[in-house]
């Protein structure tokens, strides 16, 4: 119990990412879907940064720099699709984007 | 036993930040709840030895990240509450149970697979700044130059997506162009 090994921390990141998948199933706003995919983020790279510590191996580590990389980029492209969308539509709820129009 | 109590403490507080995040109907308190979650994530970093990477979650996701969704909410309406998804119940059955499998999954496959190999071990004697950059830089240089194309291409364009008259280019038009759009935009202005 008081021994913190890499079990704890693959448990907290699972809680986490189903913290995250439940955000990503109830929300109705993208901004709010956006939110959810930083905490599933997130929560790998916690298990990735275990995983390297408990093992002494650094890969675990090089892959959490990538994962960071790709969501600044994610959230600077989706960010700007969603200025774009609500400078056209006024609102950003997922239901106005079930079908594609030109 | 001072990991321990750190460990329980910030796993309660970054769990408790990100339910916030996912349940809260106030998108303010939302980005603030997420942004706390993530400092409070560096804290296992750090906990883990990986000094570095503790800093770089601080920089960019408290930094860089919050400060874009900040900038980005001020274009939306943040002060409506936001509405909640009534979906269909037998897809959020279906997902949850594929959840669970995917979570056993993730917990089993470091236990299952308990004859892994380091594949570049941690070199005795050196801090976990210097290992990261030996290791980023020998081994995954290629990657890295790869990331450093994508982030210029995502800046580039979140600049032309997000900027106003980004269809027009300066350098391919007249001198008298620029000089009639230029009237036209004090005559809207004034």
């Known amino acids: ?102 | 036993m001072f990991e321990a109590v750190a460990f329980y403490l910030f796993a309660f507080l970054t769990i408790s930040m990100f339910w916030i995040t996912v349940t809260t109907s106030q998108a303010l308190y939302a980005l603030t709840a997420l942004a706390a979650g993530m400092i409070f994530i560096s804290a296992f970093f750090f906990i883990l030895g990986a000094d570095f990477l503790g800093a770089i979650q601080i920089v960019v996701y408290s930094g860089a990240v919050m400060a874009l969704y900040s900038f980005g909410m001020m274009f939306f309406d943040t002060t409506r509450d936001v509405k909640e998804k009534q979906g269909n119940k037998a897809i959020i059955l279906g997902l949850s149970v594929l959840a669970a499998i995917l979570i056993v999954a993730i917990v089993a496959g470091p236990i299952v697979s308990d004859n892994i190999q380091a594949l570049y071990p941690v070199i005795e004697g050196a801090g976990n700044t210097q290992q990261v950059g030996l290791v980023l830089f020998t081994k995954y240089l290629v990657p890295f130059e790869v990331a450093a194309v994508m982030l210029l291409v995502a800046m580039v364009a979140g600049i032309v997506l997000a900027g106003k008259k980004m269809d027009l280019s300066l350098t391919l038009m007249d001198e008298e162009e620029i000089q009639s759009m230029d009237n036209q935009d004090k005559k809207v202005l004034s």
């Open chain 1, 1 to 102: 119990m008081m021994e913190i090994g890499l079990n704890h921390y693959l448990v907290l990141s699972t809680i986490l990412f189903a913290i995250g998948l439940v955000g990503v199933m109830r929300r109705k706003n993208l901004l709010m879907l956006f939110f959810a995919t930083e905490i599933l983020l997130n929560s790998v790279n916690i298990s990735f940064a275990a995983i390297s510590h408990f093992y002494g191996d650094l890969t675990g580590q090089m892959f959490v720099f990538f994962v960071i990389a790709i969501a600044a980029s994610e959230v600077a492209v989706g960010l700007g699709l969603l200025v774009v969308w609500h400078k056209k539509h006024n609102n950003i709820d997922l239901d106005t984007m079930t079908s594609m129009r030109g």
